[in-house]
């Protein structure tokens, strides 16, 4: 079955840095397009980020453009998110998710790592 399972949240003081990870099993994963989302407390789902099956093509928020930055490697079926200059507006819970449909659906998702960007 689809398992994704997201690590490397946690508290950060504002502009510090996190990495994200996702580890994807049970689908071919070099072969979906793969997301980040978060949801901030109280907030709906807000899309971060998105990138293509070989990596080489990838999309951002405004709100995250410049600052984060998605990666894969598809060797470890792992989608990572490098966040950079973190704000105090990026605490959420992130998930990450496999599109059904490029950049149309999402049918699977991680359980979310919280992060937190706090002084």
């Known amino acids: 079955q689809v398992q994704l399972v997201e690590s490397g949240g946690g508290l950060v003081q504002p502009g510090g840095s996190l990495r994200l990870s996702c580890a994807a099993s049970g689908f071919t994963f070099s072969t979906y397009y793969m997301t980040w989302v978060r949801q901030a407390p109280g907030k709906g789902l807000e899309w971060v980020s998105d990138i293509n099956h070989g990596g080489g093509v990838t999309y951002y928020a405004d709100s995250v453009k410049g600052r984060f930055t998605i990666s894969r490697d598809n060797a470890k079926n792992t989608v990572y998110l490098q966040m950079n200059s973190l704000k105090p507006e990026d605490t959420a819970v992130y998930y990450c998710?496999?599109?059904?449909?490029?950049?149309?659906?999402?049918?699977?998702w991680g359980q979310g790592t919280q992060v937190t960007v706090s002084s």
């Open positions: 998710a496999k599109n059904l449909v490029p950049r149309l659906g999402l049918d699977y």
